[in-house]
């Protein structure tokens, strides 16, 4: 029988493999793709990452592995640190430059993190609230369902992009 935690790990998994395969072979200009001037696929790739990393750092109350590994030095792009790409106007989001082999690491590195903390859970866990702000207050299930959806749709944006440029 499938657990509730295999199948969230099931699902972060997926927004790993369809990222990184969406960066084999991709070149520096594909990367730099913005079609109508908006987000370029290493913006979108690179939010995917930060904003599952960002999510799973506060609900396990542990720091981003955009910053306790090392990642934010690599990236070495002119944002504060906490920066998750929420909010970035047009000009922000084009700084936003990195090669695929980077961004494939830093997403790896945040799946790997994810992967690890989904499968502690139990069922009882994902009742928790992690945010009662909202009404009604948002549980562990909801939060951690809405990274997942937030993420297809980016590297699904990413996917699209990548198609229009290349053919």
């Given amino acids: 029988m499938t657990t509730s935690a295999q199948l969230l790990q099931d699902l972060f998994d997926r927004v790993r493999l369809e990222a990184v395969t969406l960066l084999d072979g991709v070149t520096a200009a594909d990367l730099a793709s913005a079609p109508g001037g908006n987000n370029s696929v290493a913006w979108l790739l690179w939010h995917t990452a930060r904003v599952q990393d960002a999510q799973i750092a506060d609900v396990t109350g542990q720091e981003q592995v955009w910053t306790a590994v090392g990642w934010a030095q690599r990236f070495a792009l002119p944002f504060d640190d906490a920066a998750t790409g929420y909010g ?25 993190r994810s992967h690890a903390y989904l499968g502690t859970l139990r069922d009882a866990d994902l009742d928790a609230i992690v945010d009662d702000t909202w009404d009604p207050p948002v549980t562990l299930a909801v939060r951690l369902v809405s990274i997942a959806a937030d993420d297809l749709q980016h590297v699904g944006q990413a996917a699209y992009v990548l198609g229009m440029t290349r053919y």
């Avoid at 084009?94 to 695929?100: G, L, P």
């Avoid at 980077?102 to 790896?108: F, M, P, R, T």
């Fill in 88 to 112: 970035q106007s047009r000009q922000q989001a084009a700084q936003v430059t990195a090669s695929a082999e980077l961004l494939a690491g830093y997403l790896e590195a945040v799946s790997a």
